[in-house]
C-alpha cells in the first residue's frame, strides 16, 4: 500500500516566521503535487513537480522533489496569515494497472498568526 | 470561467437514509473525480470518469455508493443505505483529461464540497 506521509500534521506560528512541512513515502511517484486547502473550499494546486531534485518557486514558496521522487518538502519564507490552510500533498504512482493513481496525504494544518 | 459547482453544500441524515449529491464540472473537462474527505486527513479517490465511462472506481463501496455521469457532463453520487462512517466532506474534481501524453497529470479542479453529516 502506498502512503503520503505529511509533517508535522499542525504547525502554529508568527507572521513572518519561515517554516518546512514535508511530504514523504517509500513508494516512488512519477509527479508529486502540492495543494493548499481552505475551509468550506476545495484543495487548490499550487505546484506540480516531475523531475528528481526538481525545486521550484511560487512567490514566497519553495518547493523541492527528492532526488529519488519519493519525498518534497515545502518551503515558506516570512509567513503572513494568509498563507493559514491545509497543505497537502499528493502522489502520482503507476500502480501496475493503469496509468497512474494519484493518493492523498493526510495534510498539514497551519496558522500563522498576526 | 465557471468553477466546478456541487449541490448540496451541507446535507444532515440519519443512518439507513439515502443521499445523492451533484457535481457540474467545468465546461469542455471529459475527467471527472469524486473523492471522500474525512475529518482530518486528506481526499480519497471514489472513483474517476472519463467521458461518461468509469475509469477507476477500486475504493468504491459498491454495496452502498453508486455513481452515475450518464451524458458525459453531470455526475451524481449516491448513498443507500448511510452509515456512520460515511460522515465526510464530498469532493468533485476535474481535469481537462486525466493526463496528457508523456507528461504529468493534468491540473485537477475541485469544487467547494459537500458536507454530510449522518447521525
Known amino acids: 500500500t502506498q502512503l503520503l506521509e505529511q509533517s508535522p500534521q499542525f504547525l502554529s506560528i508568527q507572521e513572518g516566521e519561515n517554516l518546512t512541512v514535508y511530504c514523504n513515502s517509500s513508494?516512488?511517484?512519477?509527479?508529486l503535487q502540492w495543494y493548499r486547502q481552505e475551509p468550506g473550499e476545495g484543495p487548490v494546486l499550487l505546484v506540480t513537480?516531475?523531475?528528481?531534485?526538481e525545486v521550484k518557486k511560487l512567490k514566497r514558496l519553495t518547493f523541492q522533489f527528492g532526488d529519488a521522487r519519493k519525498d518534497s518538502s515545502l518551503h515558506i519564507t516570512a509567513a503572513q496569515p494568509g498563507d493559514t490552510g491545509l497543505y497537502l500533498c499528493?502522489?502520482?504512482?503507476?500502480?501496475?494497472?493503469?496509468?497512474?493513481?494519484?493518493?492523498f496525504g493526510k495534510g498539514t494544518r497551519l496558522h500563522i498568526l498576526p | 470561467e465557471a468553477g466546478v459547482a456541487q449541490s448540496p453544500r451541507y446535507k444532515i441524515i440519519e443512518k439507513r437514509q439515502s443521499v445523492a449529491f451533484w457535481c457540474n464540472p467545468i465546461?469542455?473537462?471529459?475527467?471527472l473525480y469524486w473523492y471522500q474527505q474525512i475529518l482530518g486527513q486528506g481526499p480519497k479517490l471514489l472513483i474517476q470518469?472519463?467521458?461518461?465511462?468509469?475509469?477507476?472506481d477500486s475504493q468504491l463501496p459498491k454495496d452502498r455508493f453508486s455513481a452515475e455521469r450518464l451524458k458525459g457532463v453531470d455526475s451524481t453520487l449516491k448513498i443507500q443505505p448511510a452509515k456512520l462512517e460515511d460522515s465526510a466532506v464530498y469532493l468533485c474534481?476535474?481535469?481537462?483529461?486525466?493526463?496528457?501524453?508523456?507528461?504529468?497529470?493534468?491540473?485537477?479542479?475541485f469544487g467547494p464540497g459537500t458536507r454530510l453529516l449522518v447521525l
Open positions: 474534481a476535474s481535469s481537462l483529461d486525466h493526463e496528457l501524453a508523456g507528461g504529468p497529470r493534468e491540473t485537477q479542479y
Open positions: 513508494s516512488v511517484f512519477s509527479s
Open positions: 513537480v516531475v523531475t528528481g531534485g
Open positions: 499528493a502522489g502520482a504512482a503507476f500502480d501496475g494497472k493503469r496509468d497512474d493513481k494519484i493518493i
Open positions: 465546461s469542455g473537462h471529459a475527467t
Open positions: 470518469f472519463q467521458n461518461n465511462g468509469v475509469v477507476d
